[in-house]
C-alpha cells in the first residue's frame, strides 16, 4: 500500500538522549516535512525539505536536526538540546507542483515521544 | 508564530446542524487546506482550495476563500457524531512551507 509510515509509534527517552523518528514515503513525493504537536494544539512545523540532501527549518527548529539522503525518507532527530520534547510528532509529505496548482498534503500516524 | 489562526478554539452542536469555522492568516499563499484529526492520530486531508478559487465544495464540506481578507471559512452541513474531530487550516505558500492554525475542536452531540 502507499502512504507515509512513521515509527515507532510510542518511544520514550531519558535525559540528555538523542532519539531518532522515522518517517517513510513511497509516494513518490519530492517535498517532506516535521510536525510537534503539543496535547490540544495545533502543529507546529519543525524541519522541511523539498529535495534530497536540502531542508529548511521551520518555527521550531532548535533541538531538532533532520537528513534527506534518500528521496523517501526524512528522519528526525530529537537531541539533548530540545529542553521539552514530551509531544506528538507527525510527518507529512507532498508533490511539488512547477505550475502552483496545489497539492495534498499527506500525514503519517504520528509517533508519541515520552521523556522519563 | 502560527499562520493560521481558527475560530472559535471549540465548537459543540446538535447532531444535524451545521458547523461554521473560520481560519485567518497573514502572509500571501499558494493555496489553503483543510484537515480533521481524531484524537491521538494522524490528519486526514478534507479539502484542497488555491488562491485564485473563491468557494469549493466537496460532500457535505463547503470551503470559501477570501484573498483581500486573508481568510477562509469551512461548513459541515448536517453534522453527524462522526464529524467530532479537531479541525484544522494549513496555509501553503510558494516556497511550499505548509503552516496551520491551532485547530477547532468540533463535538457533536447526538
Known amino acids: 500500500d502507499g502512504g507515509i509510515t512513521q515509527s515507532p509509534k510510542y518511544l520514550f527517552r531519558k535525559e540528555g538522549q538523542n532519539v531518532t523518528l ?25 524541519y522541511y525539505s523539498q529535495i534530497v540532501n536540502d531542508f529548511q527549518k521551520g518555527d521550531i527548529a532548535e533541538g531538532y536536526s533532520v537528513s534527506r539522503e534518500k528521496k523517501e525518507s526524512f528522519p528526525l532527530t530529537v537531541t539533548s538540546a530540545q529542553k521539552n520534547p514530551t509531544a506528538f510528532y507527525l510527518c507529512a509529505s507532498s508533490m511539488m507542483d512547477n505550475s502552483f496548482s496545489g497539492n495534498t498534503i499527506y500525514f503519517g500516524e504520528g509517533s508519541w515521544l515520552t521523556v522519563v | 508564530s502560527q499562520q493560521g489562526e481558527e475560530d472559535p478554539q471549540a465548537l459543540s452542536i446538535q447532531e444535524g446542524e451545521n ?12 493555496n489553503l487546506q483543510w484537515y480533521r484529526q481524531n484524537s491521538g492520530r494522524g ?22 476563500l477570501d484573498t483581500s481578507k486573508k481568510s477562509s471559512s469551512l461548513l459541515i452541513t448536517a453534522s453527524r457524531a462522526a464529524d467530532t474531530a479537531s479541525y484544522f487550516c494549513a496555509t501553503v505558500r510558494n516556497d511550499y512551507k505548509l503552516s496551520f492554525g491551532a485547530g477547532t475542536t468540533v463535538t457533536v452531540r447526538a
Open chain 2, 19 to 30: 458547523a461554521t469555522m473560520n481560519c485567518s492568516y497573514k502572509t500571501s499563499i499558494n
Open chain 1, 22 to 46: 522515522s518517517c517513510e514515503q513511497n509516494l513518490n513525493h519530492d517535498a517532506m516535512y516535521w510536525y510537534r504537536q503539543d496535547p490540544g494544539q495545533g502543529l507546529r512545523l519543525i
Open chain 2, 43 to 64: 490528519l486526514v486531508h478534507l479539502i484542497l482550495i488555491r488562491s485564485n478559487e473563491r468557494e469549493k465544495h466537496s460532500g457535505r464540506l463547503r470551503v470559501t
